[in-house]
């Protein structure tokens, strides 16, 4: 089964196949969140799922992120939208595709910033909502796992401290996918899993224009990830 994977494309998604980046064929398309520009209006959550229901993949999976601030306040409203479009909200709904358990949540850390951004939760909520998980295949949140492709520009660490844990110690998946720091981008493996950061946005490039003399910002996606994955043969992940 080939997974096709992003997150953080912030509304410029539709850039695919206008630049030379595309969306590869595949089974499966998941999105990592964060598809939202600024704190996510209701609107910006309608024409996602249009879009996300116009892509030629048997299969669409999303799991929301911070900035998708209409999804943090009304989750139910926004997932009876996506399943509208023929999209499953990680996070409400957990799928199993041909064997393969897909499942995760957005619950993230309290970053600090005022206002807060959706999906900020104390440790405790997170622990809780992990709990509920228990074994799959593939997990897929926003956030990354502390230590696991989660630094700024900075060099300040992002993840989860409790969903590192949790990884490691009972959900055990064979892939972990994610997006929220662009900067940390990339693939890593440990223990047995192999993680993803698939966070598409550029964060924005300054170009002068030689016309006219103006520094404008651009802002770009990168292309999505492929990944295959086929359901565990023993001790695999079971329907929850």
């Known amino acids: 089964m080939r997974l096709v994977i992003t997150s953080d494309t912030h509304g410029f998604e539709r850039g695919w196949g206008l630049y030379e980046d595309t969306v590869p064929a595949g089974d499966v398309f998941v999105h990592c969140g964060d598809y939202s520009r600024d704190f996510g209006s209701w609107l910006d959550t309608v024409r996602f799922a249009r879009w996300m229901g116009e892509l030629p993949f048997e299969h669409k999976l999303i799991c929301p992120g911070n900035h998708d601030y209409a999804v943090w306040e009304n989750a139910a409203k926004a997932a009876t939208l996506f399943r509208s479009h023929g999209v499953t909200m990680i996070g409400v709904d957990r799928i199993t595709i041909d064997g393969v358990v897909f499942d995760g949540s957005p619950a993230m850390p309290i970053s600090g910033y005022d206002p807060a951004f959706g999906f900020e939760m104390e440790e405790a909520e997170r622990e809780r909502l992990l709990d509920r998980i228990g074994r799959v295949d593939v997990l897929v949140t926003h956030t990354p796992p502390l230590g696991v492709l989660d630094k700024t520009a900075k060099g300040k660490q992002l993840g989860c401290p409790v969903l590192r844990t949790k990884i490691f110690q009972t959900i055990r998946p064979q892939l972990h996918c994610f997006g929220h720091v662009h900067e940390s981008r990339g693939t890593f493996q440990e223990a047995g899993t192999d993680f993803i ?15 006219n003399g103006v520094t404008h910002m651009t802002m770009g996606v990168r292309a999505p990830f492929v990944y295959d994955v086929e359901p565990r043969r023993e001790g695999g992940a079971e329907e929850g």
């Open 197 to 211: 950061n698939a966070a598409s946005n550029t964060r924005g490039t300054y170009v002068r224009d030689a016309i």
